[in-house]
């Protein structure tokens, strides 16, 4: 990755024209080769780009660009268009590259995947007395996430997801139709846990007789001690 700190004005020509004027920016040239033009705020998007495939060639300015105070001449060429970044640097501040190696991509934290398994090895939190029966339960339509029993011995499907919507409790609705018809299931009761639920989802499943419990991810993992809590 190559990071420049300059002065530049730039134009964009092909499926639209669009130009900056001249100001300080971050020029990023990935391995890519795409490149990204980025002030000093706007959060993270760039204020201009160009998406690979494409090149990229430095050039000498003509001697009117060199009149204005330009040094060099970026011409970023996507491969499969017309579309055309040229890039006119006047003052360098700063250049280097760097060797990032291979990305091992964004691990997401809190999938629904951790919730399970973290339910599951914290089975009470259904309630005093439940005990796990297994995770991935197979039905002939899909695995339940959690199959448990409560105190009194009764099955309990639960249905995890980070952010519970109305598709969550219709995916466990029909879950409940399917197993409540085993009779050695029946009767089944279902929990709809997630970090979040939607208003909507949590009419429809109280509507229905699901329970829905709301679950603090951090607290499950121990990174949250309730105990030093103040309210």
Request: net charge negative.
């Amino acid at each position: 990755m190559r990071l420049v700190v300059a002065r530049c004005s730039a134009r964009y020509t092909g499926r639209l024209t669009a130009h900056l004027p001249l100001a300080s920016r971050l020029l990023v040239v990935k391995a890519d080769g795409s490149v990204l033009l980025h002030s000093d705020g706007g959060s993270y998007k760039p204020l201009n780009w160009m998406s690979p495939p494409c090149s990229t060639a430095v050039g000498e300015p003509d001697d009117e660009a060199r009149g204005r105070g330009v040094t060099q001449v970026w011409t970023v060429q996507h491969q499969k268009s017309d579309d055309r970044l040229e890039i006119e640097l006047h003052e360098v501040e700063h250049d280097s590259a760097h060797d990032l190696g291979v990305d091992p991509g964004l691990v997401k934290d809190g999938v629904e995947a951790h919730l399970q398994e973290l339910l599951a090895a914290q089975i009470h939190l259904l309630g005093a007395g439940h005990s796990l029966v297994r995770r991935e339960y197979m039905t002939a339509i899909g695995p339940v996430d959690i199959l448990a029993r409560d105190a009194a011995g009764a099955t309990v499907a639960v249905e995890l997801k980070r952010r519970g919507d109305i598709d969550g409790v219709e995916q466990l609705t029909r879950y409940l139709e399917l197993l409540n018809r085993d009779p050695l299931l029946a009767p089944v009761r279902g929990v709809f846990a997630a970090q979040e639920i939607k208003p909507q989802a949590r009419v429809l499943a109280t509507d229905r007789g699901i329970e829905c419990l709301v679950l603090d991810y951090d607290a499950m993992r121990g990174v949250d001690d309730v105990d030093s809590r103040l309210f």
